[in-house]
Structure formats: C-alpha cells, structure tokens
C-alpha cells in the first residue's frame, strides 16, 4: 500500500471516529448523562485526528503537493464528513492521475 492509501484508510478511520463521537457519544453524555463512551471515542479520534494531520503533510512532501492542497486537506479534519470530501476531491485524483 502507498502512502497516499494509507492516508485514504486513516482519513476513513477518522471521519468515522469524528462522526461517532458527535453523533452517538456527545448525545449519550449531554442527553442522558452516560460519559463512559466519549472518553473512549475521544481519545480514538485524537490519536486519529494527529495521525491524519501527520500522515497529509508526510503525503504532501512526498507528492510535492501545493500548499493550497495541503490547507484543504488539513481543513477537512476539522468537519465532519470532511475526511470523505477530501477523499473524494483530493486524494482519489491523486490515485487515479
């Protein structure tokens, strides 16, 4: 596997982490005072989050990418669904040529 397709995992992983916590764990805590699931949900996205952010600059080095990719790359991280948009308008014409 590339580095570029370890990034897509770990985008992947990431969005999913960043979707879990805000749509399932956030609501357990606030809504019905059950905490226990966003300690761990939380510390997965952080690990994911800073692998994420790692793993895009090791890809843009390595690709030469500009550094507007790399902005909107790193902007993805902090929304949701932004890891599949990045995917999907960054990363896969990356693969694709």
């Known amino acids: 596997m590339t580095n570029l397709g370890r990034l897509r995992v770990l985008g992947f992983m990431e969005g999913i982490s960043f979707i879990v916590l805000l749509g399932i764990c956030m609501p357990l805590k606030y809504?019905?005072?059950?905490?226990?699931?966003?300690?761990?949900?939380?510390?997965?996205?952080?690990?994911?989050?800073?692998?994420?952010?790692?793993?895009?600059?090791?890809?843009?080095?390595?690709?030469?990418?500009?550094?507007?990719?790399?902005?909107?790359?790193?902007i993805a991280s902090l929304l949701p669904f932004g890891p599949f948009v990045a995917d999907r308008k960054l990363f896969r014409y990356e693969v694709n040529g």
């Open 31 to 74: 809504g019905w005072n059950i905490p226990g699931p966003t300690f761990y949900a939380g510390m997965a996205h952080g690990v994911l989050f800073i692998g994420y952010c790692l793993w895009v600059v090791i890809v843009a080095i390595q690709l030469k990418w500009t550094i507007t990719k790399v902005f909107w790359a790193l």
